[in-house]
Each structure stands twice: as structure tokens, then as C-alpha cells.
């Protein structure tokens, strides 16, 4: 399906226009999430949509008017899809300035994009992650469109044959991907960076808590330290895509 949702308009591709002065194109001032669709279907969608308005409240964004309205309307004309569903809300469009003007009405952008998932069966050797010095902002918990740091850092690791990111603090502790969540196990046991300002709340990551609760398998929210490595019996990555 070759069509956008743009402030309420269904668009084409080549209709879907927008100010060269909106302050997600000129600040990255704007929040995002993705949603796996699956034979038309969103999962999680109520998970997604409760992040996107804490992100919303946490970069003082206001909640567009008639959102959930469109976002409904879009997701009618999903039939037996299978991708992704891209959602973006930017603080709006102004002359350049750093500090908005009052009232400044959001912009919101939905489109759904085809995408081929993992086939688990077909990874026989596991996914090779490449570890960096976390060098981010300090507000990862925000789901912002502004994404320099993890494009750069995964633009490095393709180029040495990495699939993954991995950022370690100072101390070694492993907080995220640059696009998953982390885990490592070790004598049956889960372990997980805490949440907090280091990392994204993830959706799947949540759902992963209550399998494993389901399962009487123990997660620890501790962060993996990457010195530790040789004694993990395993570990792997979770998100929306992954």
C-alpha cells in the first residue's frame, strides 16, 4: 500500500508534502515509534501508542488533535500486509528558532512499509554485535526521530561485518543496541539493564518480562557487563523488528 496519513490526509507517496521549516526536519524535534504488522494486523498497538504519549509528555510535545482518529482510519486499509507501521509527530512547522511559539500545532506523519522478518531457522550463527562507549544524550527513555548516534554507530559496524550495536557505560555495563534491547543469561537466569534515562522501555522487551514470568524464568534487572562475557551461557536481542 503505497499511501500515507499526513495530518489527517490520505496521500500517495508523491502527494505527501510538508514545510521545509517543520522543526523535525530542521531540529529532529519530533518522536517516532514503529509497530510490527502481521497479516494486517498491528501487535501491541495500545503498548505503542501509551510510549509514544509518554514521549509526547516527556519532550513537551502536545498530543494532535484527532490522531487516534486517523490512525484508525489508516489501519482499515491494511489487509493482509506484513511490515511495518511508521508513526512520527513532530512539535510543528515555524522559522527556524530554537524556542517554539505558543500554540504551535504538531505535525504527524503514519505509513506502513513492507518488511521481511527473521526466519530463526535460517540463523544458524547468531547475530555478531560490536560494542561501543555509549557517547548518546542522556535521555534515551524518549523515543526521538533525532538519531545521529545510533545511525553513525551502525553505519561503523556494518562496515567491520557487525549486525548490532551494543552501548556499555563507563563502567562496562551494557544498556542497549542501537536499535534492540539486551539480555544475557546465565544459570537460567535473565539478566537486563534497569529502566531509566539510559535506555528505551521496549515493547517487546516488556513482553519477553511476561513470558518469562509465565515461565518461572527469573529476569534480573542488572545491567550485563560486557567483562563478564565469558561467563554468560548466552545471550540475544529484542525489538519490534528483531
Known amino acids: ?25 530542521l531540529f529532529g524535534d519530533g518522536v517516532y515509534e514503529v509497530c510490527k504488522v502481521k497479516k494486517g494486523k498491528v501487535l501491541f498497538l495500545e503498548e505503542h501508542l501509551e510510549r509514544l504519549r509518554n514521549s509526547l509528555k ?21 489487509k493482509k500486509e506484513i511490515g511495518g507501521l511508521y508513526i512520527q509527530i513532530t512539535r510543528g512547522a515555524h522559522l527556524r528558532n530554537h524556542i517554539p511559539p505558543e500554540g504551535l500545532k504538531p505535525n ?7 518488511y521481511k522478518f527473521h526466519n530463526l531457522k535460517e540463523i544458524k550463527e547468531g547475530f555478531k554485535a560490536l560494542a561501543i562507549a555509549d557517547f ?4 534515551c527513555d524518549i523515543k526521538t526521530i533525532s538519531l545521529m548516534g545510533p545511525v553513525l554507530s551502525k553505519i561503523k559496524a556494518k562496515k567491520e561485518g557487525f549486525d548490532e550495536v551494543l552501548f556499555y557505560d563507563s563502567e562496562g555495563n551494557i544498556r542497549e543496541g542501537a536499535s534492540t534491547n539486551f539480555y544475557a543469561v546465565k544459570d537460567d537466569k535473565v539478566y537486563t539493564h534497569p529502566l531509566g534515562n539510559y535506555l528505551l522501555k521496549g515493547v517487546t522487551r516488556e513482553n519477553i518480562f511476561k513470558i518469562c514470568q509465565n515461565l518461572n524464568i527469573e529476569i534480573i534487572e542488572e545491567p550485563p557487563n560486557i567483562k563478564e562475557i565469558e561467563n554468560w551461557d548466552e545471550a540475544f536481542i529484542s525489538g519490534t523488528l528483531t
Not at 513537551?60 to 486499509?77: A, D, Q, S
Open 1 to 25: 500500500m503505497k499511501k500515507v496519513m499526513l495530518n489527517g490526509n490520505l496521500l500517495t507517496y508523491g502527494r505527501a508534502k510538508i514545510s521545509v521549516f517543520d522543526r523535525g526536519f
Open 58 to 78: 516527556e519532550a513537551l510535545i502536545p498530543y494532535p488533535e484527532n490522531f487516534e482518529e486517523h490512525l484508525k482510519e489508516y489501519l482499515n486499509l491494511l
Open 108 to 114: 504527524y506523519l503514519i505509513f506502513y512499509f513492507p
Open 136 to 139: 548518546r544524550w542522556e535521555r
